[in-house]
């Protein structure tokens, strides 16, 4: 007879003593909820080994060098510490993948100067064919050759760890100074390393820091462009401007007593004018989210609170020989009712090789603002050069306004002046002119190089009062000269500065600025005050200086002497200057 056996789900069935059962019929909704539960269990293991992974905790790449990046006296040995997987790692800058060299053991690190040069060595950084400018009758051409000597060095490093599963670690950098204290032009000077995948500056389509294929298909047409007549103004990928042209990289900072004050990812982007064409190059650096996740720096600095979303890597502008011409003003004059930058001298080595000595400085951006006055940052307006810097396009109907009424106002009746002062910060005018017209600020200003702020609309605080105020800024062209000691730079302007000369009307305002004047002859720019400054200077800058004209002229000429007697111009200068201020304040 036939024998059942239910066994929950299934019931199975045999005939008399025969072994074999038979399944009868299968329970399909216990099935289901079997298959459901198995799902379910199943996918909390998939999420929680993911969540495992993403800790560290199940097997995803761990890396850690052994030194930290730094100033190191002897060499010694670099050891990358990991967890599971695969080290790869490059010593030319370039980002670590699987084609990278592999980490079998650890790493010497010496004194990379005595390395070969290799990106001081390119010739398409900059018009080195003179012959090409004396051609086309471009202006004087300047004598830059690549280095006939080996340059300083560091020691760039940048690894990842991969393991089987393709999972990888966070990509671990470090930048290696060994020797330095054997150095002394780098004694006193902040040091900045920045390093990104050598394309980003140096490819011929996309580099930001060639001439590249911009320059080339404009000396293939062979058409004219403005400025033609200049070859620091020829189209070249330097040139270009906006996200398109920035690209990312790695910059860490070591203040002067060599502790490292920041490494971050960064974006980076050529900075200036004319500039761009000149050797070594001022660099914007900014902070940003798609980078590393924040868009501040967090480190303070210039000794600010203020979180910072950007700064530069500034190489002097114009001022190629002392780079002196923006820092005095913006130094000595700091504490005047004006917008000053910052200064930090820095050497800066770009792809692990001596690139230069440059200043990090403040941008004027909408941090810079909140940061210094309090104003809210989406409630600021900038002009440069007649054009909006930071705000909206339709602000720039609050400038021409507010421009045209300062050329027109009668500002010899109490109603013109009054109205005057709720237009702009007259202390703040007062003060930028003075300092301008001290220097002798002239050539491509004040047309051209000049800036002022606001608040677009009134908000708490002393400077959301809606006022312009003035920003001092790329003093390096045009002031300084032998002609401008004796200049009488008030009348000077007068005639091609109809703000001025119409402001300078009203009895007041032109005592003010007298004043003014006066008070920086016996306070900012006190010839002894000067005189110290510059001995400072040049004892901080003398061996950095020729470790950078040799870098970039070669040693064709004595170049300790010639910056000395450039740097001293200075103390000269304001010496002299003081006494004709004074004689033309007189004469007026």
Known sequence: MADEQDLGSCVFWRVGSNPIFRIL???????????????????????????????????????????????????????????????????????PDETSMLYTQPILIEDASQNENLYSMRTDVAVFDR?????????????????????????????????????????????????????????????????????????????????GKVMEDYLKKGERVENDDFWWWWPANYRMKGMDWEREA???????????????????????????????????????KDYDGMEVFDEGLFGLSYPQSSFTVFSGGDSRVTKLEDYIPGSLAAGLDISTMHFEPAAVFLEGEFWGFN????????????????????????????????????????????????????VTTKAGLSELEKRIDLESFIDYYAVQLYIDRRNDWPYMNFALWRSRDAQEGEYGDCRWRWILFDDNSGAYGPASVSSNSIANTREVDYVLDNLLRSPKIDERL???????????????????????????????????????????????????????????????????VKEHLEEL
């Open 25 to 95: 019929y299968f329970d399909m909704s216990h099935t289901k909820k079997l298959m459901m539960t198995l799902i379910m269990a199943s996918s909390f293991l998939v999420i929680l080994f993911l969540i495992l992974r993403a800790a560290g905790d199940s097997g995803q790449p761990v890396l850690s060098f052994s030194r930290e990046s730094g100033f190191y006296d002897d060499p010694f040995y670099l050891e990358m510490n990991h967890s599971n997987g695969t080290v790869y790692y490059t010593l030319d800058c370039s980002r």
């Open 131 to 211: 012959a090409l400018v004396k051609e086309r009758d471009a202006g004087t051409p300047e004598d830059y050759v690549v280095p006939d000597s080996l340059v300083d060095k560091c020691t760039v490093v940048r690894a990842v760890c991969i393991d089987e599963l393709g999972g990888r670690s966070g990509e671990v950098s470090g930048v290696f100074f060994v020797g330095y204290d054997e150095r002394p032009a780098y004694d006193g000077l902040s040091v900045v390393s920045l390093y990104t995948s050598p394309e980003n500056l140096f490819d011929h389509e996309d580099g930001i820091y060639v001439t």
């Open 359 to 410: 200043y990090i400085t403040e941008r004027y951006d909408e941090a810079y603002f909140a940061g210094h006055y309090g104003v809210d940052k989406n409630n600021i307006v900038m002009i440069k050069e007649g054009e909006v810097a930071l705000g909206d396009e339709r602000d720039i109907k609050l400038y021409e306004d507010d421009l045209a009424f300062m050329k027109s106002v009668d």
């Open 514 to 580: 007298r004043q003014k004047m006066l008070g920086l002859s016996e306070n900012e720019f006190e010839p002894g005050r000067v005189s110290a400054f510059v001995d400072e200077y040049y004892a901080l800058t003398k061996g950095i200086m020729h470790n950078e004209f040799e870098r970039f002229y070669g040693d064709k000429r004595d170049y300790d002497k010639f910056f000395e007697s450039r740097v001293y111009r200075f103390s000269d200068y304001f010496e002299k200057r003081s006494k004709y």
């Open 250 to 288: 790695v910059i860490e900072i070591f203040d002067k007593d060599r502790e490292r004050i920041m490494a971050k990812n960064v974006g980076i982007r050529i900075q200036g004018g004319g500039s761009r064409a000149y050797l070594p190059r001022s660099l914007n650096v900014y902070a940003r």
